[in-house]
């Protein structure tokens, strides 16, 4: 399996329950670590960040992207970000499902990204759902929330601090709570 094989596969948002997937996704989670823990356990230059980022991602990733360490990911492969984006300390990102961050946005302390859900059933709770989660331009993450799997957020919307969003936030809208509910919208 590729990776370009792997991202199509989890578009159509069926089960990873093959033995392949699983091997592949190990694989993958393996090479993460690898690099994560690079990353993770040393100082390193705006431009090393964004250099060992670009081996985790599998792309350059732009020069505009800022990201404060320890970063956290268990697969690295699926995340996808646009330009002048900014990451803070300690952020989760579980990417099989894919994980998109538009330009210009703004995540903070010890976010969780979740692609992945489970089946409910107890004899099958071990196999994983892929869903993306999808961030428009300018978005405002507050630290220590957390964007649930087929989560789109809208442009220029803000996540309130420890919000759980379950579902779709409308552009411009402020979105607090657990779970987040649409407290406000923008205005200028």
């Known amino acids: 399996m590729t990776i370009e094989n792997f991202k199509e596969f989890v578009k159509t ?5 093959t033995e392949d997937l699983g091997r592949f996704m190990n694989d993958m989670s393996d090479e993460a670590r690898r690099i994560t823990f690079q990353l993770n356990t040393a100082y390193h230059t705006p431009d090393e960040v964004r250099r060992l980022l670009s081996q985790l991602f599998g792309y350059e990733v732009p020069g505009s992207l800022r990201v404060f360490p320890p970063f ?8 996808t970000v646009g330009r002048d984006v900014f990451i803070n300390a300690c952020c989760h ?5 894919g994980v998109t961050l538009g330009d210009g946005c703004q995540i903070g302390h010890n976010v969780v990204f979740a692609t992945l859900n489970h089946e409910l059933a107890p004899e099958r709770r071990h196999v994983t759902l892929p869903a993306p989660i999808v961030l428009g331009r300018r978005v405002w993450v507050g630290s220590n929330a957390t964007i649930l ?16 969003v379950t579902k779709d936030v409308p552009p411009g809208a402020v979105v607090g709570g657990v779970p987040a509910r649409i407290i406000k919208y923008i205005t200028d």
């Open 149 to 164: 799997s087929g989560v789109t957020i809208g442009d220029n919307a803000v996540v309130a601090a420890g919000a759980v």
């Open 93 to 97: 990102f579980q990417d099989h499902g």
């Open 13 to 17: 948002r069926r089960p990873l329950d």
């Open 72 to 79: 956290y990911t268990d697969f690295g492969k699926n995340i």
